[in-house]
C-alpha cells in the first residue's frame, strides 16, 4: 500500500462526475458558495467525458415559454404519459421551470444554436427538441465549470462514499483513485453531489465480440450513481424501470431527428404499418394508455419487438422518400456527424446509401438511466414548495443521506430531462447544498484515517490479488486464483441478460427467473472479491464491474417486486403480463442495509400534482 501515495482534499462541495449534472452543478455551486471550496471529481477529462463527450445535434428539453411555446405543466403531463403515470412531478416541475434559463446561458456561452429564419427563434425539431451544432457542447458547459472550480480532478475514479462517524447518516466526503499515477484520494467534503451518470453494460450487449463497446449508451456509464449511494443505504426508486432503445442497427444512430424533422416512419420487412397491427393486442395489456398521444415510448418498442418475434422483421426506417430533398438528406448526415460518426461508417461499411436503401432499425439491450425516457435512480428530497410531505425532507435533490446530493441519471423518478434537464438539475441541487453548507448542517463532521485506510486496502486489493496470484499460470487468462474484470463482466451480462430481462429472451422475465437471477448474482458477488487487475486501468474496470454488480443487484431486487408489466416493451413479468393499476400504481423504493447486504422494498404513492392543483384551481 505505501507504493500508492495518500493526498487528502478538503472542501466544501464534492462534485463526484463532470458530466452534465456535474458541470451545472459545479457552475451554480459557485454563483451561491462565492467562499465556498469547491471540488469536481471526474473518472475521464471533463472537456469530453460523459454521454455528451461526442457531442449533440439536439437539446432534448427546452420548454420555450418566452414564447409561450411549453409550460412546466405540459412537459410534466408528457413525461408521466411518457412513463405510464410513473413520474416524480415535483421533481419534473421543478426541472422544467429553470430549463430554459440553463439553456439561455449555452447561448450566451457559444454553443452554436439553430435558428428558425421566420420567427427567430430556436429551431425546433419537435415539441420540445430544439437544434444545435453540438460538436463543442460537452467543451462548452466544462469551461463553466473550470472556471467556476477551485479545481477539478480529471482521471480520479471515485469508488466510494465517506461517512461521518460523528452523526449517523451524513456523508463524510468520497474516495478514489487516479488511473494514471496510482495515488489515492480522500476528499473531506461537507456535502457530496453525486453526478457519475446511468449504467451501460450490466445486460449483455448485442455487440459482442469484434464489436464490444459499440452500445448506444455510453460504454464508460458504469452505474458509479447508483452505487455510491446504494452502497451506503440511500433509498433508491424505479430501479426497475430499465429502457430499451430503437435505434438504427449496428451503429445506434439516434431516430429523434428522422422521425421528427425528417418526418420518416418504420414499417416491416412487407412495407406494412406493424404498429397498427398491434393495437388490440397492446390494449389487452396496458388498456387505455395505448391510446394517449403521444404514444408512450415503451409500447412502440413493444410493437416492434413483437413484430419481430411474429417473424415481421427486419423492420426499417423509410428514409428513401425525404433524402430525395436535398436539404432533408444534408440535415440526415449532418445529424449523425454532430453526435454519432459511427452510424454513417457502418453504412458507408455496408453499402447503405439512405437515399436509395431504407437502413434497419433495431432495438438495444436494456440500460439503466434517470434523464432520459426513464426514471431509475435515487429517492430524493423534492422543492418545498412542489413537493407532498413524502416528498420533501429539508434539501432539493438530497438523497436520504444528510448532505449526499444528486442530480442528472443519478435522480429517480424525474425522466426527460436530458442534457439541458441534467445540467439544470446540477443546479438546483448544488444551489441546495450550499444552503446546506450556510444552515450549519455540515458542523462537526468526522471522517478518521482508520475509514480512509480502511478503504485504500479493499480498492487496491485487485492489483495485490493479481500480483501474488499471476505466476500460477504460464499462459492464457483462467487462473484458479482470480477472475479479471473482463470476464466477471460477461458473467454479469449474461445473468442479466437470460435472468433479468435482456435480450436473450426478447426482455421477458418472471418471479423464478428473477429468484434464480439474484442467487448467481449474490456469488458473482462473493467472487468479484477475487477480482485481478494487472495494471490500474484493468483497476478501473474492476471498480466498474463491482459497481455495475451492485446497481444490478438493484435493479433485480426492484423488478422482482413490481408483480405486474408496467412498460411493455421495456421489459415483461411473464407471471405478471398486464399492467396493474389497482395494486402497482405506485413508485417503488428500495434499502439495502449496508451491513447486511439484504434490500428492503416498499411502494410509495405516486402524486399527480398538476392536474390535482388544477382541479383545486377549478373547484
Ligand atoms: C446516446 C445518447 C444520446 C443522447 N442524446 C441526447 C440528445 O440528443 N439531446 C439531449 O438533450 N440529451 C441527450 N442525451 C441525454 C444526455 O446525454 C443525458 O441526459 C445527460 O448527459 C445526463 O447527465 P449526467 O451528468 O447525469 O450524466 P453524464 O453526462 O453521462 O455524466 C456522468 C459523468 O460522471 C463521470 N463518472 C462516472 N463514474 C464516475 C466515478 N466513479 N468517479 C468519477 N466520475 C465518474 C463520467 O465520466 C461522466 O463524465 C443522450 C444520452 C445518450 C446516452
Request: glycine share 10%; hydrophobic share 35%; proline share 4%.
Amino acid at each position: 500500500m505505501a507504493k500508492h501515495k495518500t493526498l487528502y482534499e478538503d472542501c466544501d462541495v464534492l462534485v463526484v462526475g463532470g458530466g452534465m449534472a456535474g458541470t451545472g452543478a459545479t457552475f451554480e455551486a459557485r454563483h451561491w458558495g462565492r467562499d465556498m471550496k469547491i471540488i469536481c471529481v471526474e473518472k475521464a477529462n471533463i472537456d469530453r467525458s460523459g454521454a455528451v463527450a461526442q457531442g449533440l445535434y439536439a437539446i432534448n428539453c427546452y420548454m420555450g415559454m418566452q414564447w409561450g411555446e411549453n409550460q412546466p405543466e405540459d412537459h410534466v403531463r408528457y413525461a408521466r404519459n411518457d412513463l405510464m403515470g410513473m413520474v416524480r412531478e415535483d421533481l419534473g416541475y421543478d426541472m422544467a421551470r429553470h430549463v430554459d434559463s440553463t439553456v439561455h446561458m449555452f447561448d450566451e456561452w457559444g454553443l452554436p444554436m439553430m435558428k428558425n429564419e421566420k420567427t427567430g427563434r430556436y429551431l425546433r425539431e419537435g415539441k420540445w427538441q430544439i437544434m444545435i451544432h453540438g460538436e463543442s457542447y460537452k467543451p462548452i458547459v466544462a469551461e463553466a465549470a473550470k472556471k467556476s472550480a477551485d479545481k477539478i480532478y480529471n482521471r480520479i475514479m471515485i469508488t466510494h462514499l465517506l461517512m461521518d462517524e460523528a452523526k449517523e447518516n451524513r456523508v463524510g466526503g468520497a474516495v478514489g483513485f487516479n488511473m494514471r499515477t496510482g495515488d489515492f484520494h480522500v476528499f473531506r467534503a461537507k456535502t457530496v453531489i453525486v453526478a457519475a451518470g446511468g449504467a451501460s453494460h450490466i445486460f449483455k450487449p448485442r455487440a459482442v465480440g469484434e464489436g464490444m463497446g459499440r452500445t448506444w449508451y455510453a460504454p464508460w456509464s458504469n452505474g458509479s450513481a447508483y452505487a455510491l449511494p446504494i452502497a451506503v443505504g440511500a433509498k433508491m426508486t424505479q430501479m426497475e424501470n430499465r429502457i430499451v432503445l430503437c435505434r438504427f442497427k449496428d451503429g445506434y444512430g439516434p431516430v429523434g431527428a428522422y422521425f421528427l424533422h425528417l418526418k420518416t416512419y418504420t414499417q416491416n420487412a412487407n412495407g406494412e404499418n406493424y404498429e397498427k397491427k398491434w393495437y388490440d393486442q397492446t390494449k389487452e395489456l396496458v388498456g387505455e394508455y395505448i391510446d394517449h398521444h403521444p404514444t408512450p415510448t415503451c409500447l412502440r418498442n413493444h410493437a416492434f419487438i413483437q413484430e419481430t418475434i411474429a417473424g415481421g422483421g427486419p423492420i426499417h426506417m423509410v428514409t428513401t422518400e425525404a433524402f430525395q430533398d436535398p436539404h432533408l438528406e444534408t440535415v440526415g448526415w449532418e445529424n449523425f456527424l454532430g453526435m454519432t460518426v459511427g452510424q454513417a461508417v457502418v453504412w458507408a461499411s455496408q453499402n447503405i446509401d439512405p437515399k436509395y436503401t431504407n437502413p434497419e432499425l433495431t432495438t438495444s439491450e436494456p440500460y439503466v438511466m434517470g434523464s432520459h425516457a426513464t426514471c431509475s435512480g435515487a429517492w430524493v428530497s423534492g422543492p418545498e414548495d412542489l413537493s407532498p410531505p413524502e416528498y420533501f425532507w429539508g434539501y432539493n435533490r438530497m438523497l436520504t443521506i444528510e448532505g449526499l446530493f444528486g442530480a442528472g441519471d443519478t435522480v429517480g423518478g424525474s425522466a426527460h430531462k436530458f442534457s439541458s434537464g441534467s445540467f439544470t438539475e446540477g443546479r438546483l441541487a448544488a444551489k441546495a447544498a450550499v444552503k446546506y453548507i450556510q444552515d450549519q448542517k455540515a458542523e462537526g463532521i468526522k471522517v478518521t484515517d482508520k475509514q480512509c485506510d480502511d478503504f485504500k486496502e479493499a480498492i487496491f486489493k485487485p492489483l495485490e490479488t493479481y500480483t501474488v496470484a499471476q505466476n500460477e499460470i504460464t499462459g492464457g487468462t483462467v487462473s484458479p486464483s482470480y477472475i479479471s474484470p473482463i470476464q466477471g463482466l460477461q458473467r454479469l451480462q449474461r445473468i442479466m441478460d437470460e435472468y433479468v430481462g435482456g435480450i436473450a429472451t426478447n426482455y421477458m422475465t418472471n418471479g423464478n427467473m428473477l429468484k434464480r437471477g439474484l442467487e448467481l448474482l449474490a456469488w458473482l458477488e462473493e467472487d468479484l472479491e477475487k477480482v485481478g487487475a494487472e495494471d490500474l486501468h484493468q483497476l478501473m474496470r474492476a471498480w466498474e464491474l463491482k459497481h455495475r454488480a451492485l446497481t444490478s443487484q438493484c435493479v433485480t431486487e426492484h423488478t422482482m417486486f413490481r408483480e405486474e408489466t408496467r412498460w411493455p416493451g421495456y421489459y415483461y413479468r411473464g407471471d405478471h403480463m398486464k399492467l396493474d393499476d389497482d395494486n402497482w400504481h405506485c413508485l417503488t423504493v428500495s434499502r439495502r442495509d449496508p451491513k447486511t447486504g439484504k434490500f428492503t422494498l416498499e411502494k410509495v404513492p405516486v402524486y399527480h400534482i398538476v392536474d390535482e392543483n388544477e382541479k383545486k384551481k377549478a373547484s
